[in-house]
């Protein structure tokens, strides 16, 4: 079968558990940034052009965040207040006596929802799921003058979303991610009979052999409710939608959680990355004639951490590939749309990954259905990261989230580890930092996730003075990065290996610049003394002062940190007690707390950029980790090379394949087979005499009767350059209204500076459009050259423009368009 129409067919399997009657309500909203006088500002009759108009609202569709393009804007803080939504709602129950719910699948960060002017609920947290029962509400409103002729027959809905500082709420502004507001996750607005379950719990157990199943379905109804009984039927279907097993029984009405029904099922299919088998629940409760089904997908493992050992999943040994993920994508931050996410975790898949830590609270619960249906064990998180310790609002939050978290998800078999906090060893946010209280409040949060589901994993990243109290514990190790060299890896891990029950190692890795690459990448090791550890410690991340380390020293290259993803993965197969390592992010993302890096307030360390566009490291990982045939030629985003006439120099390929031949300007160079420990390139790699100007490249990779290949072409240059004296500004390219804009830095006899990092800020004047605070090297009006060039695209509307590109002690240069 195509492999395509393989994830197709896994993607459109994933499943978002919910009642029968739900729909989003993405369109007919509209948004203003700022406070109101009060949510009578949001509701009183007005006319256009009146004073009671403004402030003036802007059509918005949900998903929407505050923050789309200000995150990254270099020239101000992003907004942190209070915004407001507003629609109306045709209201249509079809249920007698039925409830009107309106289910917020997350919103940013404390969020208040008003039936015209009456308040309905309120909720604090940006990330878990909330419900708001509006039936009383609607009825009330729908008795009103204002029902009938201001909104004729419609319900206005007002939702405040408020993303301030605050520093007695979860998570810490101290964290290295943007706190979003708005509406970023769907909303819902649900129909249900007077009798239905607001929580549907699902337990699928197996043991390590895989012969003998159980399967315990519980339920918690919907308060409040009549008095009475209910019909309860239960089925459940194997992966293939054959019925295996069945139930029917007769409930009496009452609060907590109650049994619905039992099965055991003899060698069940086992869920596994490779093949993730998944079963489905389907419950029907009727009750006053009405009826009310939810449908849940689980699977059926068997997963083990083994105390100083790796990790197994059903008995067998299993190394977890693994990444992170933040919600944030290039034009809309937070507001990814189902799509988005979709085309993020295939990507992540076709990587190779096995493995995501959800950093650094609850996401989507697209996310957790696709990383069912797609294969890819979970450790997901409360969003308690950095700053200390809080009051007993602060702390309330946390096992509300925690507790909210569980529930929610833990019908997924993908999830594996319950996270309790990160980085918790990091003050700042109290006058009080007191270790013994915050081992106190971690320890309540550990008994609470096994009180919750004692079947899964706890753990926490970074907080050596509590690494006794979870499951699992990884520490900092970041080494070629914030501390050490790469080579220090395999040293430094079995250390911490040995300090703990339980290790599992996330977050590694290192920023780069999109676009940047370089011929002597490895230079900044020269300054860093080996075996000094590879911990990061404060200000570490900083770009400025204190010991010399790569992230401060280095060029920030794509070949850098291809050197370090490729030793860090070959050293990895040769740890037969590593439970497995999450590389720190896939995708690049905002954050306000670097404004100083290559693209300001962005985190580069992603494996792609915010546009899900892949760098080079993607394909280090895929020669890994990919089971799919590929092959690649290390610098498709490299234009021009540079050297000595004559000089030999090292041509990368990263392929899965047993061998690859290369071919430089119709020349073989050889066949060279693959040997993960041959590093770099796992021996994928000539050295090969460039001629001046054009050269072509292309690399056969042969796996049995498959064979997949890759071609680039680059300019080689000898000429040197002195430092910049000029920019230059041109169009290269233009398709369906866009403009693509490059400018380059040349010294003053005319020669390309190849190594300028130099800041360049673009401007457009006229009838165009700036793409700009997209937060990649493309996208970004305010950026460090790469290579001694850099790009930006232009929106043209039709209209005759302006554009411009300066670059401090450098003339601006203007291009027509």
């Known amino acids: 079968m195509n492999r395509n129409l393989v994830y197709l067919l896994l993607l459109l399997s994933s499943f978002s558990a919910a009642a029968q009657q739900s729909t989003r309500l993405n369109t007919g909203w509209e948004f203003v940034r700022q406070d109101l006088g009060g949510v009578w500002e949001a509701v009183r009759p007005v006319v256009a052009g009146n004073p009671e108009s403004v402030p003036l609202w802007q059509p918005v569709t949900l998903p929407h965040c505050f923050n789309a393009r200000d995150a990254v804007d270099p020239d101000v803080n992003y907004y942190q207040g209070p915004g407001w939504y507003r629609t109306q709602l045709a209201i249509q129950n079809p249920y007698i006596h039925g409830r009107t719910l309106l289910h917020f699948e997350g919103s940013g960060q404390k969020t208040r929802v008003f039936i015209y002017t009456t308040e309905v609920g309120s909720h604090v947290g940006g990330y878990d799921e909330w419900t708001v029962d509006i039936t009383q509400a609607v009825v009330d409103f729908q008795k009103t003058d204002a029902f009938k002729t201001q909104f004729k027959g419609k319900i206005p809905l007002s939702i405040r979303c408020d993303n301030s500082r605050d520093l007695e709420m979860m998570p810490s502004d101290l964290s290295d991610f943007n706190l979003y507001g708005g509406l970023y996750r769907y909303l819902n ?33 919907r308060e409040p409710f009549a008095s009475g009984t209910a019909q309860v039927s239960v089925r459940l279907l194997d992966p293939r939608g054959k019925q295996v097993a069945k139930s029917q029984t007769s409930l009496s009405l009452k609060s907590g959680e109650l ?10 299919r086992r869920w596994a990355p490779e093949h993730p088998e998944l079963y489905t629940v389907q419950v029907a409760v009727t009750a006053g004639g009405q009826s009310f089904q939810q449908t ?72 957790l259905n696709l990383c069912d249906s797609l294969g890819i064990t979970v450790w997901e998180e409360i969003p308690w990261c950095r700053g200390g310790l809080g009051g007993e609002s602060y702390q309330a939050q946390g096992r509300r989230m925690l507790t909210n978290m569980v529930r929610q998800h833990y019908n997924h078999p993908a999830v594996i580890i319950w996270g309790l906090g990160n980085e918790n060893d990091w003050p700042g946010d109290f006058p009080e930092f007191d270790k013994e209280k915050i081992r106190t409040y971690m320890k309540s949060l550990n008994d609470l996730a096994h009180q919750l589901d004692p079947s899964r994993y706890t753990a926490i990243r970074r907080c050596d003075f509590c ?17 050490g060299i790469y080579t220090d890896y395999k040293s430094v891990t079995e250390q911490e290996f040995k300090a703990v029950k339980r290790f599992l190692h996330v977050e590694w890795g290192g920023d780069s610049h999109a676009g940047r690459h370089s011929e002597n990448p490895d230079n900044a090791l020269a300054k860093i003394t080996a075996g000094q550890g590879a911990d990061e410690r404060a200000g570490d991340a900083s770009l400025f002062g204190g010991s010399a380390r790569v992230s401060k020293d280095g060029d920030w290259s794509e070949s850098y940190l291809c050197n370090l993803v490729d030793w860090h993965l070959k050293e990895q197969e040769t740890m037969p007690w ?82 690859v031949e290369l071919f430089v300007n119709g020349q073989s160079q050889g066949v060279k087979k693959r040997n993960s420990q041959d590093f770099p390139a796992a021996g994928l790699r000539w050295l090969v005499p460039l001629s001046e100007g054009e050269n072509t490249f292309r690399a056969v990779a042969r796996q049995g009767k498959t064979t997949v ?104 240069v203007f291009l027509k368009l």
């Not at 619905?260 to 060698?267: G, M, N, P």
């Not at 690494?467 to 501390?483: E, F, H, L, T």
Request: with cysteine; charged share 25%; net charge positive.
């Open 578 to 659: 590593l439970s497995g390592a999450a590389y720190w992010p896939f995708k690049d993302f905002s954050t306000p707390v670097r404004p100083d890096n290559p693209i300001p307030y962005m985190n580069q360390k992603g494996v792609v950029e915010r546009d899900l566009t892949p760098k080079e490291a993607f394909y280090v990982f895929q020669s890994y980790w990919a089971t799919a045939p590929m092959v690649h030629i290390y610098g498709h985003s490299w234009p021009v090379r540079w050297g000595e006439a004559g000089e030999q120099k090292m041509v990368k390929v990263y392929s899965n394949a047993a061998e």
């Open 296 to 367: 849940e997908k689980v699977g059926f493992r068997h997963i083990e951490f083994v105390e100083r050992g790796p990790f197994r999943l059903n008995g067998q040994r299993l190394l977890l590939r693994g990444t992170h993920r933040h919600e944030d994508h290039a034009g809309v931050a937070a507001a990814m749309t189902e799509a988005q996410i979709r085309q993020e975790m295939r990507l992540m898949k076709s990587m190779g990954v096995n493995f995501i830590r959800l950093g650094h609270y609850q996401q989507s619960r697209i996310v």
């Open 259 to 268: 049994d619905l029904a039992s099965f055991k099922l003899k060698a069940p």
């Open 189 to 221: 607005l649900t129909y249900e009979p007077a009798v239905s379950l607001a929580r549907v719990a699902v337990k699928a157990e197996v043991d390590q052999a895989g012969k003998q199943g159980q399967l315990t379905v519980k339920g918690v109804l």
């Open 709 to 812: 290949q890759d071609e680039i072409l680059q300019r080689y240059q000898t000429a040197k350059w002195a430092k910049p004296a000029r920019l230059t500004l041109e169009k290269t390219a233009e398709a369906n209204g866009i403009a693509t804009i490059e400018v380059k830095l040349f010294d003053a006899r005319g020669i390309q500076c190849l190594d300028a990092a130099s800041w360049v800020q673009f401007g457009l004047t006229g009838g165009g459009t700036l793409l700009d605070d997209l937060g990649t090297s493309s996208g970004a009006r305010k950026v460090q050259a790469y290579n001694g060039r850099a790009i930006i695209r232009v929106r043209t509307n039709g209209l005759r423009s302006v554009a411009s590109v300066a670059s401090e002690g450098l003339d601006t």
């Open 467 to 483: 690494k006794d109290i979870p499951d699992v514990y990884s520490p900092s190790i970041w080494a070629g990065w914030y501390r």
